[in-house]
T-cell receptor, first 115, second 120 residues
Framework: AQSVAQPEDQVNVAEGNPLTVKCTYSVSGNPYLFWYVQYPNRGLQFLLKYITGDNLVKGSYGFEAEFNKSQTSFHLKKPSALVSDSALYFCAVRDITGNFNKFYFGSGTKLNVKP | GAVVSQHPSRVICKSGTSVKIECRSLDFQATTMFWYRQFPKKSLMLMATSNEGSKATYEQGVEKDKFLINHASLTLSTLTVTSAHPEDSSFYIC????????????????FGEGSRLTVL
């Protein structure tokens, strides 16, 4: 079965500092990995995805993620955090082994960026 | 990006009544939509996969008679919580996959804004 794990329940960072939100994956076959962000009482917004190609993927709002096959990780990063980045972040893996290409999400990491 | 509209955003109902939540893809056709339930500790649980013109596929542990899903057209899926109870209170989110030219598996999901259900 495909799955992702987000080991940190919460990440605190000061504005202007770099941020990292961790994600590790467990998949059979090639991984299809995604990051989403959720603001309070809202749906999820797509940030970026890794399907194939360059290990460093750039996405929305200045976020990027690095695919590391040897460490089975897909950490989300941003060079300089903004207070407005404070939100809930979900890593997801797509299961393409079934008929419907389901997405499975990690438990989420709450990012707090302090002024 | 593609737009998925979910309605209502908030609903309060009495125990024992049924509530319908609609999910529409506004600018694309979605043969498959997914329904998630988000619990207070934030994790997202996939409830079911909604397929246009056929029966929904439910995840293990999700009661199909409790959570009725209908995918009436390529742009509309509905979730009906039947005989709702307080434990059904939750945040329900629908999503649809936007097809890309990259082949199966490459398209991302687009999400509705979610529906907060409170059962009194």
């Amino acid at each position: 079965a495909q799955s992702v794990a987000q080991p940190e329940d919460q990440v605190n960072v000061a504005e202007g500092n770099p941020l990292t939100v961790k994600c590790t994956y467990s998949v059979s076959g090639n991984p299809y990995l995604f990051w989403y962000v959720q603001y309070p009482n809202r749906g999820l917004q797509f940030l970026l995805k890794y399907i194939t190609g360059d290990n460093l993927v750039k996405g929305s709002y200045g976020f990027e993620a690095e695919f590391n096959k040897s460490q089975t990780s897909f950490h989300l990063k941003k060079p300089s955090a903004l207070v407005s980045d404070s939100a809930l972040y979900f890593c997801a893996v797509r299961d393409i082994t079934g008929n419907f290409n389901k997405f499975y999400f990690g438990s989420g990491t709450k990012l707090n960026v302090k002024p | 990006g593609a737009v998925v509209s979910q309605h209502p955003s908030r609903v309060i109902c009495k125990s024992g009544t049924s509530v319908k939540i609609e999910c529409r893809s506004l600018d694309f056709q979605a043969t498959t939509m997914f329904w998630y339930r988000q619990f207070p500790k934030k994790s997202l649980m996939l409830m079911a996969t909604s397929n246009e013109g056929s029966k929904a596929t439910y995840e293990q542990g999700v009661e199909k008679d409790k959570f009725l899903i209908n995918h009436a057209s390529l742009t509309l899926s509905t979730l009906t919580v039947t005989s709702a109870h307080p434990e059904d209170s939750s945040f329900y989110i629908c999503s649809a996959r936007f097809r890309t030219s990259g082949g199966p598996g490459t398209g991302e999901l687009f999400f509705g804004e979610g529906s907060r259900l409170t059962v009194l």
